[in-house]
C-alpha cells in the first residue's frame, strides 16, 4: 500500500544517510579516475591483451570449479543435518559451517606445509571449497527445514517413491537456495586473495596485487580492478534477485512439523562417510596443521610480546572498524526500513556499491583516495578503518536494515500517536528494539576486520602488525613454527564466535513458531 | 466551547494510485461519545483512520481535531505525534523491550515523577492489571495486551483514541469479555473514541453513532437503532444485520405492500410501484399447519433446519417457490417437509 504515498526522510536522519552513500562511493570514483588516467585508449590496450585474456579464462575457470564443489558438498551438508535420523545434527551443523570462521589464506598456508604439492590449482579449489560451501548449506538447510511437510506426506499418498519426492518435489524448492548460495560463493571466489596468492595461483586478485606492489604502472591495477568488478556486479545482481526468489519459496510455505527422518542403514552410513570426510578436510587438516605448527616451536622460544601485540593490534582495529561501521550504516538502515522512497533507496544502494569490490580493489583505491584527497590520514590508523567499514558496510547495513523490519511498523505509529516525535521515536523505540539485530552486526564486523587480509596488508600504520598480516609474513617465507601462536590465536578468536553466531541462528531457524512476533 | 466536537471529517478522499480509497467521506465525532465506523475490509475503513491519525495523508478534504485544522486539502499541517490521537492497533503493538509500567508511561510528557506514576498507577487499577506493572509485555495473555494497549493510549489525556479493529486477534469468547472492559473503561474515563470494526455486533453494541462506511463512501451514519430499524439503502440493511430480501409491489396507499409472504406494513411510506421487501429474520414468525403440504392453502414448507443450541435457523420454501430464512428458538424447530404458517411481524422496509 506504499503506491502514491510521499514519504521525506527527516533531515537528522537524510544527511548522514547521505554523507554514508558518499563515503562508500569513494572507491569507485577513484577507481574509475585511476584507470582511465592514462586516456581511454590505454584502457582498450590493457583489456585486449593476451595477458588479461588468460586471467579471466583462469579465474572463470577456478569459480566455476568451486561453485559446483561447494553446491555439491553444500546440499550433501544440508541433506544430512535436516533430513537424516542421526543423533546431535544441530552439533553437526555448528561443525560443518565451522570452514567459515577460518581465514581461506590461513586453511591455504595450512594445506601447502602439509602438502606442498597442492600448490596451484587443485590447491586452490580445495581451499576455497572448504571456505564456501557453507554459503550453499546454510540456506538450503533452512530452506529444507521450512518446507512444509505434509507436502511430502501427500506426495506419498498419492504414490510417489521416496526419490521421487526428493527429485521432484523437494528439490526444485530449495533450488532457489542453491542458486543464491551458488551465486554468493561465486562472488566469493571472484573476491578472495588470500587462498589464491598462497597457493600461487595467478586470477585477478593476486595480479592486480602484483602490479599495485611493482608500483611502475598503478593504472593496469585499477583498471584490471575495473574488469574484475564488472564480474563482479553481474553476480551480485543475479545473486540478489535469486535470493528474492529464495525468500519467497520460504514465505510461503508452512512450519515443518512432525517430520520423519531417514533412518535406513543405507542413508544414516553415506550421512556418517559424507560427514566425516567434511570435517576432515575443511576442519581438521587446518586444525592438525596449525597444531603441528606449534608443536615445532622447540628451537626457539615463542614470542610472546610481538603475538601478544599483535592481538592487541586485532582487536583495535576490529572495534574501531566496527564501531565507525555501525556508526555509518546505522541512518541508512533506518531510512530503507522505514522510510521508503527513491532518495532512501538510492542512498541504500550507493552503500551496496561496495559489496561488488573486492578487499583488494577497495584497498587499492583507498591508498589512491588516501594520497589525493586524505594524504594527512595515509599509513595512519583512520584510513584502514575507512578501507575495513568499506568492505563491511553492505553487511551492516542489510543486518540493521532487517532487524528494523523484525519489528512492525505499528508499534513505532504507536510512538509516534503518543507525541514522541521522529528523532525521539528512533532512540527510544527503533534502536532499541533492533539492538540485538544491531548488536550482532557490530560483533561479525569485528571479527571480519580482526581476520581481514587485503586491506590490512596494504593500509596498516607503519609498525602495526595484526594476527591477520604476522601469519601473512611468516607463511610466505615458509616459516611456519612462528606462524603457530599467530595462527591458533586468530582460530581461536574467530571459530568461537561463529561457533555460537552459529548454533544461535541454527536453534532460532529449527523453532520458527516459537521465534513468532510479539503481539 | 465544549460544544466542539472532538474530531471533524470533512469531504476526505484519498487514493492510491488509481485506486480511490475514500470519496467525500464527513463524519463529527461529539466529545465524550463512542463513533464505530463499520465497513468491510478493504472498504477504506483503515486508510481514514490512519489519515485520522497522520499516517496517512489524504488528498483532498479538511480533518479537524479539537477544532484544530490538522490536514487540509492534501497537507498534514500537524505531525502525528502532535495531533493528540493516540490509537489502539489491531496487536496492541506494546513496546516489546518495556515493562507494562513504561508502555503506558511512554506518551506522558514527565514519565519519571509521581504525578506519572499516579497517572499510571490509575490506568493500571482500571485495567486490572495492578499487580502486573513491571511485567513485559510477551508475558501477558492477548487480552491483557489489548487492555495495557488502551491504557497507554489513555495516558497521555487525548482528545481522540483510535481503535483499529481492536479486537480481531482475540479469540471470540475472550473478545466479548475485552470489549466489555474497553468500553466501560471508555466510558467512565469520558474518552472521546473513534472505533474501527467489520463486526456489526460489535459496532451496534459499543457506539453511540455508528458511520457505515461501503467502497469508500459513507452511507449511512446513525445511532445503532436508527441504523438497524431504518437503514438508507438495501446494502446498508444487508449489512447492518441478517436480511431477508423478497421482491414485491408497493400499494397505493404508499404504506403496505404485496410480497411472497402476503399483504406487510411499511416502516415509512415509498412509492407505489415494484419494490425490494427486506425482512429481518427475527420478524418472521413460523406456526406448525397440518394441512397438506401441497394444499394451496400452506404458506409454505420446511425445507431445511440448523440447529444453534439457544435457537435456530429454518428455510421456508414459499408458495412462490422463494425461500426465506427464519430465526425461532430452539424449542420450536419444525421438522423438515411440515408445512408452516408464516407470519411477518411489525412494520418492514422497502427499497425500490
Given at each position: 500500500?506504499n503506491?502514491?504515498?510521499?514519504?521525506?526522510v527527516?533531515?537528522p536522519?537524510?544527511?548522514?544517510?547521505?554523507?554514508?552513500?558518499?563515503?562508500?562511493?569513494?572507491?569507485?570514483f577513484?577507481?574509475?579516475t585511476?584507470?582511465?588516467?592514462?586516456g581511454?585508449?590505454?584502457?582498450?590496450?590493457?583489456?585486449?591483451?593476451?595477458?588479461t585474456?588468460?586471467?579471466i579464462?583462469?579465474?572463470?575457470?577456478?569459480?566455476?570449479?568451486?561453485?559446483a564443489?561447494?553446491i555439491?558438498?553444500g546440499?550433501?551438508?544440508?541433506?544430512v543435518?535436516?533430513r537424516?535420523?542421526?543423533?546431535?545434527r544441530?552439533?553437526?551443523?555448528?561443525?560443518?559451517?565451522?570452514?567459515?570462521?577460518?581465514p581461506?589464506?590461513?586453511?591455504?598456508?595450512?594445506?601447502?606445509s602439509?602438502?606442498p604439492?597442492l600448490?596451484?590449482?587443485?590447491?586452490?579449489v580445495?581451499v576455497?571449497?572448504?571456505?564456501?560451501?557453507?554459503?550453499?548449506?546454510l540456506p538450503?538447510?533452512?530452506?529444507?527445514?521450512?518446507?512444509?511437510?505434509?507436502?511430502?506426506?501427500?506426495?506419498?499418498s498419492?504414490?510417489?517413491?521416496?526419490?521421487?519426492?526428493?527429485?521432484?518435489?523437494?528439490?526444485?524448492?530449495?533450488?532457489?537456495?542453491i542458486t543464491a548460495g551458488?551465486?554468493?560463493v561465486?562472488?566469493?571466489?571472484?573476491s578472495d586473495?588470500?587462498?589464491v596468492?598462497?597457493?600461487?595461483?595467478?586470477?585477478?586478485?593476486?595480479?592486480?596485487?602484483?602490479?599495485?606492489?611493482?608500483?611502475?604502472?598503478?593504472s593496469?591495477?585499477?583498471?584490471l580492478?575495473?574488469?574484475?568488478v564488472?564480474?563482479?556486479?553481474?553476480?551480485?545482481?543475479?545473486?540478489?534477485?535469486?535470493?528474492?526468489?529464495?525468500?519467497?519459496?520460504?514465505?510461503?510455505?508452512?512450519?515443518?512439523?512432525?517430520?520423519?527422518n531417514?533412518?535406513?542403514p543405507?542413508?544414516?552410513?553415506?550421512?556418517?562417510?559424507?560427514?566425516?570426510?567434511?570435517?576432515?578436510?575443511?576442519?581438521?587438516?587446518?586444525v592438525?596443521?596449525v597444531?603441528?605448527?606449534?608443536?615445532?616451536?622447540?628451537?626457539?622460544?615463542?614470542p610472546?610480546?610481538?603475538?601478544?601485540?599483535?592481538?592487541?593490534?586485532?582487536?583495535?582495529?576490529?572495534?574501531?572498524?566496527?564501531?565507525?561501521?555501525?556508526?555509518v550504516?546505522?541512518?541508512?538502515g533506518?531510512?530503507?526500513?522505514r522510510?521508503?522512497?527513491?532518495?532512501?533507496?538510492?542512498?541504500e544502494?550507493s552503500?551496496?556499491?561496495t559489496h561488488?569490490?573486492?578487499?583488494?580493489?577497495?584497498?587499492?583505491?583507498?591508498?589512491?583516495?588516501?594520497?589525493?584527497?586524505?594524504?594527512?590520514w595515509y599509513q595512519?590508523?583512520?584510513?584502514?578503518?575507512?578501507?575495513q567499514?568499506?568492505i563491511?558496510?553492505?553487511l551492516?547495513?542489510a543486518?540493521?536494515r532487517?532487524?528494523?523490519?523484525q519489528?512492525?511498523?505499528?508499534?513505532?505509529?504507536?510512538?509516534?500517536?503518543?507525541?514522541?516525535?521522529?528523532?525521539?521515536?528512533i532512540r527510544?523505540?527503533?534502536?532499541?528494539?533492533?539492538?540485538?539485530?544491531?548488536?550482532?552486526?557490530a560483533?561479525l564486523?569485528?571479527?571480519?576486520?580482526?581476520?581481514?587480509?587485503p586491506?590490512?596488508?596494504?593500509?596498516r600504520?607503519t609498525g602495526?602488525?595484526?594476527?591477520?598480516?604476522?601469519?601473512?609474513k611468516?607463511?610466505t617465507?615458509?616459516?611456519?613454527?612462528?606462524v603457530?601462536?599467530?595462527?591458533?590465536?586468530?582460530?581461536?578468536v574467530t571459530?568461537?564466535?561463529?561457533?555460537?553466531?552459529?548454533?544461535?541462528?541454527?536453534?532460532?531457524?529449527?523453532?520458527?513458531?516459537?521465534?513468532g512476533?510479539?503481539? | 466551547?465544549?460544544?466542539?466536537?472532538?474530531?471533524v471529517?470533512?469531504?476526505?478522499?484519498?487514493s492510491?494510485?488509481?485506486?480511490?480509497?475514500?470519496?467525500?467521506?464527513s463524519?463529527?465525532?461529539?466529545?465524550?461519545?463512542?463513533?464505530a465506523?463499520?465497513?468491510?475490509?478493504?472498504?477504506g475503513k483503515?486508510?481514514?483512520l490512519?489519515?485520522?491519525?497522520?499516517?496517512?495523508?489524504?488528498?483532498?478534504?479538511?480533518?479537524?481535531?479539537?477544532?484544530?485544522?490538522?490536514?487540509?486539502?492534501?497537507?498534514?499541517?500537524?505531525p502525528?505525534?502532535?495531533?493528540?490521537?493516540?490509537?489502539?492497533?489491531q496487536?496492541?503493538a506494546?513496546?516489546?523491550?518495556?515493562?507494562?509500567?513504561d508502555?503506558?508511561?511512554f506518551?506522558l510528557?514527565?514519565?519519571?515523577g509521581?504525578?506519572?506514576?499516579k497517572r499510571?498507577?490509575?490506568?493500571?487499577?482500571?485495567?486490572?492489571?495492578?499487580?502486573?506493572?513491571d511485567?513485559?509485555?510477551?508475558?501477558?495473555?492477548?487480552?491483557?495486551?489489548?487492555?495495557?494497549?488502551?491504557?497507554?493510549?489513555?495516558a497521555?489525556?487525548?482528545?481522540l483514541v483510535?481503535?483499529?479493529?481492536?479486537f480481531?486477534?482475540?479469540?471470540?469468547?475472550?473478545?466479548?469479555?475485552?470489549r466489555?472492559?474497553?468500553v466501560?473503561t471508555?466510558r467512565?474515563?469520558?474518552?472521546?473514541?473513534l472505533?474501527?470494526?467489520?463486526?456489526?455486533?460489535?459496532a451496534?453494541?459499543?457506539?453511540d453513532?455508528?458511520?457505515?462506511?461501503l467502497d469508500?463512501?459513507?452511507?449511512?451514519?446513525?445511532?445503532p437503532?436508527t441504523?438497524?430499524?431504518?437503514?438508507a439503502?438495501?446494502?446498508?440493511?444487508?449489512f447492518?444485520?441478517?436480511?431477508?430480501?423478497l421482491?414485491?409491489?408497493?400499494?397505493?396507499?404508499?404504506?403496505h405492500?404485496?410480497?411472497?409472504?402476503g399483504?406487510?406494513?411499511?416502516?415509512?411510506?415509498?412509492?407505489?410501484g415494484?419494490?425490494?421487501?427486506?425482512?429481518?429474520?427475527?420478524?418472521?414468525?413460523?406456526?406448525?399447519?397440518?394441512?397438506?403440504?401441497?394444499?394451496?392453502?400452506?404458506?409454505g414448507?420446511?425445507?431445511?433446519?440448523?440447529f444453534?443450541?439457544?435457537?435456530?435457523?429454518?428455510?421456508?420454501?414459499?408458495?412462490?417457490?422463494?425461500?426465506?430464512?427464519?430465526r425461532?428458538?430452539?424449542?420450536?424447530?419444525p421438522?423438515?417437509?411440515?408445512?408452516?404458517?408464516?407470519?411477518?411481524?411489525?412494520?418492514?422496509?422497502?427499497?425500490?
Amino acid at each position: 500500500m506504499n503506491v502514491g504515498r510521499r514519504v521525506r526522510v527527516p533531515a537528522p536522519l537524510a544527511l548522514p544517510a547521505v554523507a554514508a552513500a558518499v563515503i562508500a562511493l569513494i572507491p569507485a570514483f577513484y577507481l574509475a579516475t585511476q584507470a582511465f588516467a592514462r586516456g581511454a585508449g590505454n584502457v582498450w590496450d590493457e583489456i585486449f591483451q593476451s595477458r588479461t585474456w588468460d586471467l579471466i579464462v583462469r579465474s572463470t575457470w577456478l569459480t566455476a570449479v568451486v561453485t559446483a564443489a561447494s553446491i555439491v558438498v553444500g546440499t550433501v551438508g544440508a541433506w544430512v543435518t535436516t533430513r537424516v535420523a542421526l543423533p546431535g545434527r544441530a552439533v553437526l551443523l555448528v561443525l560443518f559451517a565451522l570452514p567459515l570462521a577460518i581465514p581461506s589464506y590461513l586453511s591455504a598456508f595450512a594445506w601447502i606445509s602439509w602438502q606442498p604439492g597442492l600448490e596451484g590449482f587443485w590447491g586452490a579449489v580445495i581451499v576455497l571449497t572448504c571456505a564456501c560451501y557453507p554459503y550453499v548449506m546454510l540456506p538450503v538447510a533452512a530452506a529444507l527445514r521450512g518446507l512444509d511437510s505434509t507436502q511430502e506426506d501427500v506426495a506419498r499418498s498419492l504414490g510417489r517413491t521416496q526419490r521421487q519426492v526428493m527429485w521432484g518435489l523437494v528439490l526444485p524448492q530449495v533450488r532457489p537456495s542453491i542458486t543464491a548460495g551458488g551465486l554468493l560463493v561465486a562472488l566469493y571466489v571472484l573476491s578472495d586473495f588470500g587462498a589464491v596468492a598462497a597457493m600461487r595461483y595467478e586470477t585477478f586478485t593476486w595480479v592486480i596485487y602484483g602490479a599495485y606492489r611493482a608500483g611502475f604502472n598503478p593504472s593496469r591495477a585499477a583498471i584490471l580492478s575495473l574488469v574484475l568488478v564488472a564480474a563482479a556486479l553481474i553476480l551480485v545482481t543475479l545473486e540478489s534477485r535469486a535470493r528474492g526468489r529464495a525468500g519467497a519459496v520460504r514465505i510461503g510455505s508452512g512450519v515443518g512439523r512432525n517430520r520423519r527422518n531417514t533412518a535406513s542403514p543405507r542413508a544414516v552410513v553415506g550421512a556418517v562417510v559424507a560427514s566425516l570426510s567434511i570435517i576432515g578436510v575443511g576442519l581438521g587438516v587446518p586444525v592438525v596443521s596449525v597444531i603441528s605448527w606449534l608443536g615445532r616451536e622447540t628451537q626457539r622460544s615463542v614470542p610472546w610480546a610481538d603475538v601478544r601485540g599483535a592481538i592487541l593490534d586485532s582487536f583495535l582495529i576490529g572495534l574501531l572498524t566496527a564501531i565507525a561501521t555501525i556508526l555509518v550504516a546505522l541512518p541508512v538502515g533506518i531510512a530503507a526500513s522505514r522510510y521508503r522512497s527513491r532518495f532512501s533507496s538510492a542512498v541504500e544502494r550507493s552503500t551496496y556499491v561496495t559489496h561488488a569490490l573486492p578487499g583488494i580493489v577497495i584497498a587499492i583505491s583507498v591508498v589512491y583516495a588516501g594520497i589525493r584527497l586524505l594524504r594527512p590520514w595515509y599509513q595512519k590508523l583512520p584510513l584502514l578503518v575507512l578501507g575495513q567499514l568499506l568492505i563491511f558496510l553492505p553487511l551492516a547495513v542489510a543486518a540493521i536494515r532487517n532487524s528494523i523490519e523484525q519489528s512492525s511498523a505499528r508499534i513505532e505509529e504507536a510512538a509516534k500517536s503518543l507525541g514522541a516525535g521522529t528523532m525521539a521515536t528512533i532512540r527510544r523505540v527503533t534502536v532499541p528494539l533492533a539492538l540485538p539485530g544491531i548488536g550482532a552486526a557490530a560483533a561479525l564486523t569485528m571479527l571480519n576486520a580482526m581476520k581481514e587480509l587485503p586491506t590490512t596488508l596494504l593500509l596498516r600504520p607503519t609498525g602495526w602488525e595484526t594476527l591477520a598480516t604476522s601469519i601473512w609474513k611468516y607463511s610466505t617465507v615458509s616459516d611456519y613454527s612462528a606462524v603457530g601462536p599467530y595462527a591458533l590465536t586468530l582460530m581461536i578468536v574467530t571459530a568461537v564466535p561463529t561457533a555460537i553466531v552459529t548454533s544461535l541462528t541454527v536453534l532460532r531457524v529449527s523453532r520458527p513458531s516459537s521465534a513468532g512476533r510479539q503481539g | 466551547m465544549n460544544d466542539t466536537p472532538a474530531l471533524v471529517v470533512d469531504s476526505v478522499s484519498h487514493s492510491f494510485g488509481a485506486l480511490g480509497v475514500l470519496e467525500g467521506v464527513s463524519l463529527a465525532v461529539p466529545r465524550g461519545s463512542i463513533t464505530a465506523v463499520l465497513g468491510p475490509s478493504g472498504g477504506g475503513k483503515t486508510t481514514l483512520l490512519r489519515a485520522v491519525a497522520g499516517f496517512e495523508t489524504p488528498s483532498e478534504g479538511t480533518v479537524r481535531i479539537a477544532g484544530d485544522v490538522v490536514v487540509h486539502d492534501g497537507r498534514s499541517l500537524v505531525p502525528p505525534e502532535r495531533r493528540g490521537v493516540t490509537i489502539v492497533p489491531q496487536e496492541g503493538a506494546l513496546f516489546p523491550h518495556l515493562s507494562v509500567f513504561d508502555n503506558i508511561a511512554f506518551g506522558l510528557k514527565k514519565r519519571r515523577g509521581s504525578d506519572a506514576e499516579k497517572r499510571v498507577r490509575h490506568l493500571l487499577d482500571v485495567i486490572e492489571l495492578g499487580d502486573l506493572a513491571d511485567a513485559r509485555p510477551s508475558s501477558l495473555s492477548g487480552g491483557m495486551q489489548q487492555r495495557v494497549a488502551l491504557a497507554r493510549a489513555l495516558a497521555p489525556s487525548p482528545a481522540l483514541v483510535l481503535l483499529d479493529e481492536p479486537f480481531t486477534a482475540l479469540d471470540a469468547t475472550l473478545r466479548q469479555t475485552v470489549r466489555d472492559e474497553v468500553v466501560a473503561t471508555l466510558r467512565r474515563e469520558g474518552e472521546t473514541a473513534l472505533w474501527v470494526t467489520h463486526d456489526q455486533q460489535e459496532a451496534l453494541s459499543v457506539a453511540d453513532q455508528v458511520a457505515v462506511l461501503l467502497d469508500g463512501r459513507l452511507v449511512q451514519v446513525a445511532d445503532p437503532v436508527t441504523l438497524y430499524r431504518e437503514p438508507a439503502t438495501k446494502q446498508v440493511a444487508q449489512f447492518v444485520g441478517d436480511a431477508v430480501v423478497l421482491r414485491g409491489t408497493v400499494d397505493h396507499d404508499g404504506v403496505h405492500a404485496l410480497c411472497d409472504t402476503g399483504r406487510v406494513t411499511l416502516s415509512r411510506p415509498a412509492v407505489a410501484g415494484p419494490t425490494d421487501i427486506v425482512i429481518r429474520p427475527e420478524q418472521i414468525e413460523i406456526s406448525a399447519n397440518s394441512v397438506d403440504p401441497n394444499s394451496p392453502s400452506c404458506d409454505g414448507v420446511v425445507c431445511s433446519t440448523r440447529f444453534f443450541g439457544h435457537d435456530g435457523i429454518v428455510d421456508v420454501r414459499l408458495a412462490s417457490g422463494f425461500v426465506v430464512s427464519v430465526r425461532v428458538h430452539a424449542t420450536l424447530l419444525p421438522a423438515v417437509g411440515e408445512c408452516v404458517d408464516v407470519r411477518v411481524n411489525g412494520p418492514v422496509l422497502a427499497f425500490a
